[in-house]
């Protein structure tokens, strides 16, 4: 017995009914004039819903592009009063006047016709082909009265580069299932991408985010010095909507995962443009690790406070006088405060390493790397609450290689080099959700993907190029004001010395363990 109140039908749309059972239908004899006359009539009624649907369709398309609106409004006016050969001739003018436009003012053009013209045609195309796509990606559902239903699209918001679409789920259809067939909807789309995201406010809704064009393809401006620099909002670059991609360091730990050349230096050299200002006044202090010899940090080492390049044990040692910062100022904050909170006299300390793997998988003295691993795994745990936070790059994310990753909050997948990787860097499901960090050009260093510990959504972004000149003008500009004296005495690290003073002067008297 059919349930009182069905309400199933009103969160999808019916594809067809019953289509497991052939109707049976009696043929009566008619006559041929009866059935010319028959299919006669449903010729007609189907020319008439044709013509009034393309006439409501060209109305809603004059309305949406008011330019071309206005133009036709003035043709059919001047067809009405004057004669045909004036508004042909008026006509004539107009498309050679938006040929002239778009040929000299492509950008303008783009923004006020052939955007909104192209957005017309996409909102189109979704409305249209909704319902047999979904059917014949396998995104249908049937009822126990074989009535075949499929997700609703009730709205659609356009924007110039990318569209959300605002699906409400029928019984027995998940998100998940529609993240597994973004690749179908994406190529009937003609999109670049298609993404699933969750919905803000509606349980049992989700969004799809089509990209139509990429912003990124070509190079972003670098990010500007800030005067003021906001540990929670520090812009690298550009996201794929357009707008700014701020990325909060405070209370997180970053890790940059690309295959070689795809822009983990180009991230790194933006957050320094955005970080020298606070290096410079002594509220940020850098501690950088280059497994490399120096040839990656050594272009710019005035920013850092303390940079460890020679040694593998020099290396590990840096490590460690991280967690050793942690530790120390986790007994000061201790029923103090549960954040702490950057100053000049108990300043940021941002841990950068370039090659994390080096670190934690190819030394050679295994001493050594247990040691890295565990002051590695001190920092990620702790660091994040007393003001600590790391920045690892690698280019093979593999668990054997790195098995913290799951400790680092915020992760960024540029340019991989298989599908796998992506489940590795971002999670997994996330090459479902749209990151195709493996699809991205060889061309296009520093774009990538990012997502934060705890939120589902995937963003597309791309760093801001900075050059070396730029990197060796900050360093020269926005110097550290001190730095760490690199030698350690009888298990003691030594204080801090003026920037300007030769690393090997005198060391000062030894005061504590570890600066704080």
């Known amino acids: 017995m059919p349930p009182l109140f069905d309400t199933s039908a009103l969160r999808g749309t ?17 006559t041929l004039g009866a059935r010319l006359r028959r299919s006669a009539l449903v010729a007609t009624a189907r020319l008439v819903a044709l013509t009034v649907w393309a006439a409501a369709m060209a109305v809603w398309f004059l309305a949406y592009v008011p330019l071309v609106g206005a133009a036709v409004a003035v043709v059919l006016a001047l067809w009405n009063v004057e004669s045909r050969m004036a ?5 004539a003018v107009l498309v050679a006047g938006g040929a002239g436009w778009r040929w000299m003012w492509p950008d303008s053009f783009d923004r006020y016709v052939e955007s909104r013209a192209d957005r017309f045609a996409r909102r189109i195309r979704y409305r ?31 924007g110039r580069y990318a569209d959300v679409l605002h699906v409400q789920l029928c019984p027995g259809v998940t998100a998940d299932d529609i993240a597994e067939r973004t690749d179908a909807l994406r190529s009937e789309f003609r999109a670049l991408e298609v993404r699933v995201l969750p919905h803000p406010t509606r349980r049992g809704w989700c969004l799809l985010r089509v990209i139509a064009a990429d912003t990124l393809l070509d190079g972003v401006a ?36 690309g295959a070689t050349g795809a822009g983990k ?3 790194v050299a933006a957050l320094f443009t955005q970080l020298a200002p606070a290096i410079a006044a002594g509220s940020v202090r850098v501690i950088g690790i280059d497994p490399k010899g120096g040839m990656e940090f050594g272009l710019y080492p005035g920013l850092f406070w303390h940079l460890a390049c020679e040694t593998d044990a020099e290396m590990v040692e840096a490590l460690e006088l991280a967690a050793d910062l942690v530790q ?8 103090v405060a549960r954040q702490h909170v950057p100053t000049i006299a108990e300043p ?19 001493q050594l790397r247990d040691r890295a691993k565990l002051a590695l795994g001190r920092l990620l745990t702790k660091g994040r609450a007393p003001g600590v936070s790391v920045v690892g790059c690698v280019q093979d994310p593999r668990k054997e290689v790195l098995e913290l990753r799951n400790l680092f909050t915020t992760r960024i997948a540029l340019r991989l080099s298989e599908k796998t990787e992506v489940g590795m860097v971002l999670g997994d499901g996330a090459r479902d959700r749209g990151a195709t960090a493996d699809r991205i050009p060889l061309t296009a260093p520093g774009i990538g993907y990012v997502i934060e510990d705890g939120a589902p959504t995937v963003t597309k972004v791309r760093a801001g190029f900075v050059d070396d000149d730029q ?17 350690v005495i009888d298990g003691e690290i030594l204080d801090d010395q003026p920037a300007d003073q030769p690393q090997d002067a005198p060391a000062p008297r030894p005061r504590s363990k570890a600066r704080r």
Not at 14 to 25: E, G, I, L, M, N
Request: aromatic share 8%; proline share 7%; glycine share 6%.
């Open 14 to 30: 019916t594809v067809r009914r019953r289509a497991d059972v052939q109707p049976t239908r009696i043929e009566r004899s008619t």
């Open 87 to 91: 508004g042909f001739a008026l006509a």
């Open 128 to 158: 249209f082909t909704w319902s047999d796509l979904l059917a014949s990606c396998g995104l249908a559902a049937r009822d126990a009265h074989h009535t075949v239903r499929v997700p609703r699209l009730w709205w659609v918001q356009l």
């Open 222 to 257: 670098p990010p500007r010095t800030p005067d003021d620099v906001d540990l929670t909002a520090l812009e690298l670059g550009q996201r794929e909507d357009g707008g700014p991609w701020l990325l909060q360091l405070l209370g997180r730990h970053l890790l940059i995962a």
């Open 265 to 267: 230096s180009t991230v």
């Open 328 to 335: 120390a100022r986790a007994k000061e904050l201790r029923g």
């Open 348 to 366: 940021f300390y941002l841990v950068v390493v370039d090659e994390i793997a080096s670190l934690t998988a190819y030394l050679g003295d295994r």
């Open 471 to 487: 990197l060796a003008w900050l360093a020269e500009t926005y110097p550290t004001p001190s730095r760490l004296v690199p030698d």
